[in-house]
């Protein structure tokens, strides 16, 4: 019996010949577009909401706004925009004034400059390092022989310290840069606000997870190898 629980990321077509993709297109056996269209329906039903419907409508349109040359035709577009830009761009569609800017103590620089970007652009930004509050690793169970300073006090990284503070002061928007993982998780969990990504934390690649990806066939090919 095949397996049909939704595998999208082991497809074998190309993108132009799915049936996600066109209405005469292919569909693996395990296609959630053909295996559970009331699931997709009910999906689709949330567009319906106002709120919903218009967030959906702007990033559409934000993504759309960030090729050009789209009248030479698809084969044709290029990009034409930096994320960071976009981030801004979104929020002044979305009549958003108020951001928040949660990030790991380990891009405090580059914090520094996204926050001077934003308030550039005229947006009031609130801002919350990882380690907010100083809360000890010991309230987790974390002995000082566990800390990444071995032997020393060491505030826990606090992500849902920094969700509440935002939460309390009612940002619109909030943009997270290098959370921990498992810490962004928290922090996407506990955060009232819609929220996106900036950047995230790969301490080996310099904050660039998809170099392992692009080297899978020769420098990475070790993660090819089973566990």
Known sequence: MENTHPQCARCPYPPQDRLCHNENGKAPPFCPTANHPEVLQKAVREFDKPAIRNFAREASLQEADGYADRELGYARTKPLKPRLLEIAEFAERMGYRKLGLVFCLGLAAEARKVERFLTSWGFEVVSGVCKIGRASKEILGIGFDQ?????????????????????????????????????????????????????????????????????????????????
């Open 147 to 227: 800390n990444v300073q071995i032997g020393v006090f060491e505030a826990m990284c606090n992500p849902i310290g920094q969700a509440m503070i935002l939460n309390h002061e009612k940002t619109e928007f909030n943009v997270m840069m290098g959370l921990c993982v498992g810490h962004d998780s928290l922090f996407l969990k506990y955060a009232e606000a819609p929220c996106t990504v900036f950047a995230v934390k790969d301490r080996l690649l310099a904050h660039n997870p998809l170099a392992c990806i692009y080297t899978l066939d020769s420098y990475y090919r070790v993660l090819k190898a089973p566990k």
